[in-house]
C-alpha cells in the first residue's frame, strides 16, 4: 500500500510538470503565431510609394475673393475657399461651443481668408457639394453632402445631419502669400 | 443468365468499396434522402440557390480571364468584354443580373424559412449556417459590383468601408487597412478583385455545411410538424423533378432579363468611368442592399446607424429562442401569420425608402420601418408566441390529406 501510495504522489507531480510544459508551449505558439500575423495583415496597409505621394504644392494667387479651387491630395479634394469678409464674420459670429464638433473658426483656418479643408463629408466620405456657384451650400452655407444630407457651415463645421466631425483641416504651411504645401 | 455481376457492375463496387461517393451523393440528393411529402413549390428555392451559384461561379471565372483589375483599365476592361469578347456580353449580363437573381432566390428562400419556422430547434444551426451564407454573398456582391470601376463602383465602395470608420478609436486605422491608402484607389481594387475571386469558394464550403446541416435533422415541411418515415418520399426521382420544372419556370424569368432587360437592375451612373473628385448626386447601392441601407440612414448618428444596419442582419441569429412558439409553421398560427405579412410589407417600404432621397415622406416611412422591423424580432416575435392560441395540429402529415375526403 506504502507503495502505491509513493507511486500515486510521482505521476502528480510529473503531471503538474508536463502540463507546465503543455502550456508553456501552446502560450509560445500562440504568440508566435500572433506576431507572424502581423505582417500579413500589415501588408494591406499603404505601401512606401502610395506614401511618398503625400504632399502637393499649390498657388493661390489666382484666387479671387468669394472663390474656391479644389486640389487633389492623396487622391482626395482638398478644398479652398476664399472667404469674403461677410463670410468670416459670420463664421465667427456663431456659438461654436453649441456645435456638434465644437471648435472655432480660429483654430481651422491660419489665414483668415481661406478655408482649407479635406473635401470628404465626416458620414461615409462623399464629397460634399458647394465649391462650384451653380451648386447648393446646404442651410448654413457652406458645403452641403447630397449622399445623407449633411449641413457644413462657413468653416466646414457640421452643423445637421449624420456626420459626427466637422470636414477635416489637412497640415499645410504657406510657403508665401499665395502659396501653400499640403501634407 | 448468369448471377454474376457484369464487368460494369464490379468496376463500379470497386471503386465504391474504396471512396463511396455515388452513395454519398445518392444519400444528400437522391433517392437516399427521404424527404416529406408536402413540400410546396416554396422548397425549390434551396436548389434554385445552388445552381445560380454555379452559373455565378461559371460565368465568373470566365469574366476573370478577360478583366483587368487597375484603376486605369478596369473600366475599358469591362467595355471590351461587352464589344470584343465572344459572348461576352451574355457572360457579363448574366453574372450581374445571376447577382440580383442570386439574391431574389435566396430572400424567397429566407421568408420561406421565417414563415414556415425552419429556424427552430432542431435546424437552429442549419438557419446560422444560412445568414452566414447570406453574409458572405453580400460581400462578394460588394467587391464585385466595384470591379467595373464606374462611379456607383467607386462610390458605393467608398461609402460602405466608410461604415467600418464608425467604430470607435480604431476605426480609421481600420479604413486605411482595407484601402491600402488614403482613399478607395487601385490598391483597394487589387484586393477587392482577390476577394471577390476567393469568396465564392468560401461560400460553396459554407453550402457544403448548410447541405448537411439540413440533413441531420431532414427538411422542414409545410406542416412545421416532424415527419414520420410514412410521411416521406425519396428526394430522387420525386423531388429532383419538381425541382427541375422549377429551375425551368426559373431560366425562363432569369434570361428573360438577361436578354432584353440587362441594365433594369444597374444603375446608369455606373456606365461613367470613376471619379474620385465627384460625388454623384443621387448614390444608390444595388436594390438587394436598399433595406439594410435605409436602416442606415435612418438616424441622424453615424455609430447608432451603422449599428442598427448590422445589428439588423445580426438579429436573424437569435430569432430561433426570440420566437417563443413551439409550433412552426405559420399556417397554424393566426396572428403570427398576418404579422409576418406584414414584416413582408415592412421590408418591401425599406426597400422603396433606400432609393429615396432621405427627407421628407420617405425619411418618415424609413423611421416608422427601422423601428417596425426591430419592434418585430424583439417585442412581437416573443409576445405574440405567448398570447397566441395556435390552430390544432395534424398528427401527421398524411392524416389532412386522408381526412379531406369525409368532409
New interface residues.
Partial sequence: MADAAEHQAVPTEDESRRDFLLHATLATGAVGVAVSMWPL?NS????AD?LAL?SVEASLAGLQEGQAI?I?W????VFVRYRTAVEIEEARSERWQDMPDPQPDEERVQDDRYLIVIG?CT?????PLGQKTTETRGDYGGYFC????SHYDLSARIRR????ANLEVPEYIFLSETNIRIG | MSTEKSWGTQAFDWFEERLPIVSFIDNTVGSKYPAPKNLNYFWNFGALAGFVMVIMILTGILLAMSYTPHVDHAFQSVERIMRDVNSGWLLRYMHANGASFFFIVVYIHIFRGLYYGSYKAPREVLWWLGIIIMLIMMMTAFTGYVLPWGQMSF?GA??????F??IPVIGDEIV??????????N?TLN?FFALHFLMPFVLVGVVILHVWALHIPGSNNPLGINATPKDKIPFHPYYTAKDVFGLGVFLLVYFTVVFWFPNAMGHTDNYIPAN????P???VPEWYFLPFYAIL?S?????T?VILMFGSILILFVIPWLDTSRVRSATFRPIFRVLFWIFLIDCVVLTWCGAQ???GIPLILTRVGTFWYFFHFLVLMPVIGWIETPRPLPTSISTPVVAKPAE
Fill in positions: 495583415i494591406m496597409n499603404p505601401a502610395t503625400s479644389t487633389s492623396r487622391g482626395k479634394p470628404v458620414h461615409l466620405g462623399c464629397i447630397p449622399c445623407h444630407g445631419g449624420p456626420a459626427p | 462610390w467608398t461609402v460602405i468601408t466608410n461604415l470608420s464608425a486605411t487597412l482595407l484601402w491600402g491608402g488614403f482613399s478607395v484607389d490598391p484586393r474620385p473628385l465627384s460625388t448626386a443621387h448614390i440612414r438616424i441622424d448618428d453615424k455609430l446607424g432621397l432621405p427627407e
